[in-house]
């Protein structure tokens, strides 16, 4: 037997729909379009980067792969390797793992780029606007097949880059993650923490 699929006029219908999975599912034009699972390397990465995290700002403001950001555009849904989350947020993803477009953004994002072009594209340039559109004030690409780590940071006009790690260097905005202020995540890239 043939089901046919949903279709959802807004994100609040998507967010009442339960397909009794735990599946993730990205909303494109209405539709659901499954979000497939993370490779072994990159769910290590998000994982050593969340130890590092927990340690700094405890464990209740760290969320892996799962937490969902409601965005402008398309699909209506992005679901970040790692984010890290403001106090307030706490409380008010209790009920569900999703930060909406009324909330206030996280503190930081954290892609890691997965292999192939359109995945480079999604992360470097269609996540990048999104996530500038919420006002998120740090987003950190991380790019295993280039070895390098880009920090960008919230400015007046959008995001800046504000770092840019390549080879042994890629490993510094996680080896700096000790100049995290627990209260923000805007210590992290400024040039003016780097080791010269």
Same mark, same amino acid.
């Given at each position: 037997?043939?089901?046919?699929?949903?279709?959802?006029?807004? &994100?609040?219908?998507?967010?009442?729909?339960?397909?009794?999975?735990?599946?993730?599912?990205?909303? &494109?034009?209405?539709?659901?379009?499954?979000?497939?699972?993370?490779?072994?390397?990159?769910?290590?990465?998000?994982? &050593?980067?969340?130890?590092?995290?927990?340690?700094?700002?405890?464990?209740?403001?760290?969320?892996?792969?799962?937490?969902?950001?409601?965005?402008?555009?398309?699909?209506?849904?992005?679901?970040?390797? +790692?984010?890290?989350?403001?106090?307030?947020?706490?409380?008010?993803?209790?009920?569900?793992?999703?930060?909406? +477009?009324?909330?206030?953004?996280?503190?930081?994002?954290?892609?890691?780029?997965?292999?192939?072009?359109?995945?480079?594209?999604?992360?470097?340039?269609?996540?990048?606007?999104?996530?500038?559109?919420?006002?998120?004030?740090?987003?950190?690409?991380?790019?295993?097949?280039?070895?390098?780590?880009?920090?960008?940071?919230?400015?007046?006009?959008?995001?800046?880059?504000?770092?840019?790690?390549?080879?042994?260097?890629?490993?510094?905005?996680?080896?700096?993650?000790?100049?995290?202020?627990?209260?923000?995540?805007?210590?992290?890239?400024?040039?003016?923490?780097?080791?010269?």
């Amino acid at each position: 037997m043939v089901q046919a699929k949903p279709k959802f006029s807004s &994100f609040d219908e998507y967010l009442a729909y339960d397909d009794g999975t735990d599946c993730l599912y990205e909303l &494109f034009n209405g539709e659901l379009i499954a979000v497939p699972p993370e490779s072994g390397f990159n769910t290590s990465l998000a994982v &050593f980067l969340l130890v590092h995290f927990v340690a700094l700002v405890g464990h209740r403001r760290v969320r892996p792969h799962g937490l969902e950001l409601e965005v402008r555009g398309e699909p209506k849904n992005r679901f970040p390797d +790692l984010t890290i989350l403001r106090e307030e947020h706490i409380q008010l993803l209790s009920h569900r793992n999703t930060i909406r +477009l009324t909330m206030p953004p996280p503190l930081l994002v954290v892609e890691i780029v997965s292999p192939g072009e359109f995945q480079r594209e999604r992360d470097y340039v269609a996540k990048r606007l999104q996530y500038q559109d919420l006002g998120i004030p740090e987003y950190w690409i991380v790019n295993p097949e280039t070895q390098t780590v880009l920090g960008l940071a919230m400015a007046a006009d959008g995001f800046a880059e504000v770092g840019s790690f390549q080879g042994q260097q890629a490993s510094y905005p996680v080896a700096s993650v000790s100049s995290l202020n627990p209260n923000g995540c805007g210590a992290i890239c400024q040039r003016s923490n780097l080791d010269k």
